[in-house]
Every structure is written in structure tokens, then in C-alpha cells.
């Protein structure tokens, strides 16, 4: 997830701190969910996907046999 909001955020030509501005997500932690680490709770990612124009999608896993 987070290699894909970085993408996304770059593709799009914006800074951490734009997003950070658009999406109301602090900008530290923005800047370490982009670095992997940190825990973000699902209305952070909720919000970060909104201002990317991503959805946040759950599906069934696909049995391991």
C-alpha cells in the first residue's frame, strides 16, 4: 500500500506537504507511511486514498491449498 500511494502522489506531481494539505493527514505521517513504516489506521488511508483518487478495495482471499 504504501509503495502505492507514493507512486501515486508522484504521478500525480505532488509534494508530501500538498497531499498532506488536500487530504488533511499530518505531514510526519505522511512522510513515514512513505517510508514503510508506522501503523495508519484505515480512516488515515481512507483519507489519503480520496485525495489520490484511489478506493480502498477488501476481497476474499482465494483459498491456499
Known sequence: MT????????????TQETLSDISGVNLKTIKT???????PTLDTLRSLADALGLEIVL???SPTL
Do not use: D, S, V
Not at 509503495?3 to 505532488?14: A, D, M, P, V, Y
Not at 507511511?33 to 501503523?39: R, S, V
Open 59 to 61: 476481497q476474499i482471499k
Open 33 to 39: 507511511l512513505e517510508k514503510g513504516e508506522g501503523n
Open 3 to 14: 509503495e502505492i500511494i507514493r507512486h501515486r502522489r508522484k504521478t500525480l506531481g505532488i
